[in-house]
C-alpha cells in the first residue's frame, strides 16, 4: 500500500487553512490516481506486448513477468514493485465473466492469452473445468 503525505496549508497567523489543506490534498491524491493508471495502462501494453511474441503458446508465470520488466524498462528500484503489479494484473484479468487471460496448472499449465487459444485447447481446458465441476459438486 503505498502512502499520501500532504504538507498542511497554513494562514498567515499559523492557524491551519483548512479548506486549503483539502485542496492540497484532492490535488495530491488526483496526481497519485493518475500514476496508477498511467502505471496499470503500461503494464497493460507490456504484458500484450509480451504476449504478442508467444504466438499462441503458453508461457510460465515467471517467464511471462520477466519479458514484461523488460519492456517496462525496470530499475533496481522499482523491480519488487512492478513484479507484484505485473502477476497482479495478470491474476487479476485471468478471472471474472470476460477473462484476458487462462492461468493453468500443474503439466500444460502456464498463462495463455485466451483470444490466442486454440479451439482444441479451449475444449480440452473447458471440458476439464466441467469435469472438476461435477467432482467436486458429488
Request: with cysteine; glycine share 8%; aromatic share 6%.
Amino acid at each position: 500500500m503505498k502512502s499520501l503525505t500532504v504538507t498542511l496549508v497554513h494562514f498567515s497567523d499559523g492557524s491551519v487553512d483548512t479548506d486549503g489543506s483539502v485542496d492540497a490534498f484532492r490535488s495530491a491524491l488526483d496526481a497519485a490516481l493518475i500514476e496508477q493508471d498511467a502505471m496499470s495502462e503500461g503494464i497493460a501494453f507490456a504484458v500484450e506486448a509480451v504476449f504478442d511474441t508467444l504466438s499462441g503458446a503458453r508461457a510460465n508465470m515467471p517467464y511471462v513477468i520477466s519479458e514484461t520488466l523488460q519492456r517496462l524498462s525496470t530499475t533496481p528500484a522499482n523491480y519488487n514493485l512492478l513484479t507484484d503489479k505485473v502477476g497482479e494484473f495478470i491474476r487479476a484479468n485471468a478471472q471474472g465473466d470476460e477473462p484476458t487471460y487462462h492461468i493453468g496448472k500443474g503439466k500444460g499449465g502456464g498463462v495463455i492469452r485466451l483470444c490466442d487459444e486454440s479451439e482444441d485447447a479451449r475444449k480440452k481446458r473447458t471440458a476439464s473445468v466441467d469435469k472438476k465441476a461435477e467432482k467436486d459438486a458429488k
